[in-house]
C-alpha cells in the first residue's frame, strides 16, 4: 500500500459528498481496495465465468469487451461489468483515471448502500461480493484516519 496523495484525498472526499456518501469512507474503502494506487487492476475469472461469459457467448458483446468487464478497475476496484450496469459507457481501461473511477464507484457504492437500507457492515460485503466477512470491518477500521 502507498501513502495517499493529498490531492487523490481531496478528491475522493470531493466526489463521496457529491453521492452523499461518508468521505472517510470513501478513502477507506479506496486504501482498502487499491491502496491508492490509481493503476490498480486485477482479473477475476469466477466474476467472468459467473457474469460476462453469458453476454460473450450470446454474442452481445466482443472477447475484448467480455476480458475488460471481467477486471477490477482503479482506485476503488471498480469491476467492469458492475460499471456497465451503472450506465458508465466509457473506455473500461478510464476508470483508472481517479475522477472518473471515483465518481463510477461512488455512484455504485451509493446504490448499493441504499438497497442495504443505510447498512454499512452489509453495503461493504455487497461491494465485495460476500467472500471476506471481515471485509467490513477491515473497511472501517480505517475510516477514523480519513476523519
Known amino acids: 500500500m502507498s501513502t495517499p496523495v493529498p490531492a487523490l484525498v481531496a478528491q475522493a472526499k470531493e466526489i463521496a459528498l457529491g453521492h452523499s456518501l461518508d468521505p472517510a469512507l470513501v478513502c477507506a474503502l479506496i486504501e482498502q481496495e487499491s491502496g491508492w494506487n490509481p493503476w490498480a487492476i486485477r482479473y477475476e475469472p469466477k466474476f467472468m465465468i459467473r457474469y ?28 467492469g461489468q458492475v460499471a456497465r450496469e451503472s450506465g458508465y459507457s466509457g473506455p473500461l481501461s478510464q476508470l483508472c483515471d481517479p475522477a472518473i473511477g471515483i465518481y463510477t464507484g461512488c455512484k455504485v457504492f451509493a446504490k448499493k448502500l441504499s438497497d442495504a437500507k443505510q447498512d454499512l457492515p452489509t453495503a461493504l460485503l455487497h461491494w465485495n461480493g460476500g467472500a471476506q466477512t471481515d471485509y467490513p470491518q477491515q473497511v472501517m477500521n480505517r475510516i477514523a484516519k480519513y476523519q
Open 52 to 79: 460476462v461469459a453469458p453476454l460473450f457467448t450470446n454474442n452481445k458483446i466482443t472477447a475484448t469487451e467480455a476480458y475488460a468487464r471481467s477486471f477490477s478497475w482503479g482506485l476503488l476496484q471498480v469491476m
